[in-house]
């Protein structure tokens, strides 16, 4: 009769080894973020610079070109650096809503019927993604936006004028030689906007266009046998099941537009970036200012990643 086999000592014993890889590897990150925090505070003490929040409450005394919200320069800081974030998730919504748009237009012209067509959309995707995002900016606001007509030259349309002192909806009246109307976008919203659109439709529709590929061909030929127009296939057969491969694909594109709003800095747009630096010049709270920056984008990012993961889960197929 053979004895069993000796139960083999604690660290070797696969139920308790992972928790102990865990543990050490946990270990080994607090105690390297306590010793940055220690030599943070240590130099911040040297030269009497400890954190501190108390100016968010004092007047920011300076004023914004842009807001949605009401704002003066004798308001506090910390209503300036809202202003700024209300901005930017402005920004970032249209901006979403756009590029989506833009992006699955483009992502689907390359299956079309029209060699032309498809030549285009692989013309614009292979450009836009090889420019750098600052350069088409810079390109949106000084090029295209700064050279429209004011006055009675500015484009116009009905309930709608384009013109260098930006875009006017809602019955727009000449008043005095200048524009005005019930809703105004600004030139420098109007360049980020676009430049952020513009260069990330072209990453989304690499990524729809990868969806649709994923559809197998089988499908295309069923609907066709069905009767089934190209662009009906498109919308009710092949589109639905290509979601499960676009959606974590959108999650990623959707967050680098999130980050590169910070470079409305090059339209002089002021989104939170630009309010946190003109901050910063004038407190000088250069560790403060730059944790709510942080901070900020951090949030938004993680918001955006918690809504896609929640639409990934919604599209992706169900076993039964």
Do not use: H
Request: net charge positive; glycine share 10%.
């Amino acid at each position: 009769m053979t004895s069993p086999s000796a139960a083999p000592p604690w660290w070797r014993n696969r139920r308790y080894l992972p928790w102990l890889v865990q543990g050490v590897v946990a270990l080994a990150v607090g105690v390297v973020v306590a010793f940055l925090l220690t030599n943070l505070l240590l130099n911040l003490t040297a030269r009497g610079l400890l954190l501190s929040w108390s100016w968010l409450g004092q007047p920011a005394g300076f004023d914004l070109a842009e807001t949605i919200l009401p704002f003066d320069a004798s308001l506090p800081y910390w209503r300036a650096l809202l202003a700024g974030l209300v901005n930017t998730l402005r920004v970032v919504i249209a901006g979403l809503v756009g590029a989506t748009v833009l992006g699955t237009l483009i992502g689907t012209a390359s299956f079309s019927s029209n060699g032309l067509l498809r030549g285009l959309a692989r013309v614009y995707v292979e450009v836009i993604r090889n420019i750098p995002l600052l350069l088409q900016l810079i390109f949106w606001y000084f090029v295209v936006f700064l050279a429209l007509p004011n006055g009675t030259d500015a484009i116009q349309l009905p309930g709608l004028v384009l013109a260098k002192s930006g875009l006017f909806l809602g019955d727009p009246q000449l008043v005095n030689g200048v524009w005005q109307a019930p809703l105004r976008f600004t030139v420098e919203f109007g360049a980020l906007l676009t430049g952020l659109v513009v260069y990330t439709a072209a990453f989304i529709a690499e990524v729809v266009r990868g969806g649709i590929a994923s559809v197998p061909k089988g499908q295309w030929e069923a609907a066709s046998s069905l009767g089934f127009a190209p662009l009906l296939t498109l919308r009710r057969i092949v589109l639905p099941q290509a979601l499960r491969v676009i959606v974590p694909g959108l999650n990623s594109q959707y967050i680098s537009l999130a980050k590169n709003s910070s470079l409305a800095v090059a339209c002089g747009f002021t989104d939170l970036y630009s309010v946190s630096e003109t901050t910063l010049n004038q407190t000088g709270r250069a560790v403060e200012v730059m944790l709510i920056l942080l901070g900020s984008y951090l949030v938004i990012d993680l918001v955006i990643s918690a809504l896609m993961n929640g639409l990934n889960g919604l599209v992706q197929l169900k076993e039964r």
